[in-house]
């Protein structure tokens, strides 16, 4: 009888501690709880955007007559129409809400003016068109389609570049000048270059006396080195 009854006190004191709860563990629980909504949350929202993102099934160039057409073909969903930018000689497209399902593209010269193509896929479901021109960045005329989009590229033209010398300046003109007189035929009495004499002799070209407009022996003797005018007895060479 006392065995039994210490038997039910005991029963009774474990299903009391049971049934109480400290308040610091049911926090710990709540925040447990609380974590594991959220990621379930998260997890749910990225599955949907992956879902949502529109697959790009396949990718073709296709070359006319006059311009280079990139095709990026869906099976399901409309591509948005992307955003372009130019960055040096390439022309970037970015088509946002996409995604590659074939895995990254690369198309070496298709074209003689386009250099490459290249369709990369980026992070948060973003799909990048890169097409590099030869000299230039090419234009592109964007269409949607039901089943995908069509990028029809039109070579750019290179821009002349332009120098700091692009003012160049020419001079023309006779060869040799009126100024000067290679032979001396008064001196010598022979006509025959001044080079070749032994002597230290001047000419003084009709043209210089001219432009001068000299009249009198003296101003014309001016253009003569070593050569002072002068009257008889005066320091230096006279005439």
């Known amino acids: 009888m006392g065995k039994s009854l210490q038997t039910w006190n005991l029963w009774l004191i474990l299903a ?32 949907q955007i992956a879902d949502s993102a529109v697959q ?6 296709e070359a ?28 970037i497209a970015e088509i946002p809400n ?18 490459l193509v290249q369709v990369t896929e980026l992070p948060g479901n973003q799909v990048q068109v890169v097409i590099t021109g030869t000299d230039a960045p090419p234009t592109a005329e964007i269409s949607a389609t039901s089943d995908g989009l069509i990028l029809s590229l039109t070579p750019g033209i290179a821009q002349a570049e332009t120098t700091d ?33 032994p002597q230290s ?22 253009n003569v080195s070593g050569v002072t005018p002068g009257w008889p007895g005066s320091q230096g060479d006279t005439i």
């Not at 996409?98 to 386009?114: H, M, R, S, V, Y």
């Open 16 to 47: 009391m501690v049971g049934a109480l709860v400290l308040p610091g563990q049911a926090q710990e629980m709540d925040s447990v709880d609380e974590s594991t909504s959220e990621q379930s949350v998260t997890l749910g929202v990225m599955a």
């Open 56 to 61: 790009v099934t396949d990718i073709r160039l």
């Open 64 to 91: 006319t007559k006059t311009d280079l057409q990139v095709l990026l073909e869906t099976t399901d969903g409309v591509l948005t129409t992307p955003t372009t930018s130019i960055a040096g000689n390439a022309l």
């Open 98 to 115: 996409a995604a590659l399902a074939q895995g990254e593209f690369q198309q070496f010269e298709p074209t003689e003016e386009i250099a």
């Open 165 to 197: 010398d692009a003012l160049r300046l020419v001079v023309t003109g006779e060869e040799g000048s009126e100024y000067f007189e290679p032979n001396a035929t008064t001196a010598t009495r022979t006509d025959i270059p001044l080079r070749d004499v």
């Open 201 to 222: 002799i001047q000419v003084i070209p009709r043209e210089v006396l001219e432009d001068q407009q000299v009249i009198r022996l003296e101003d014309a003797l001016r």
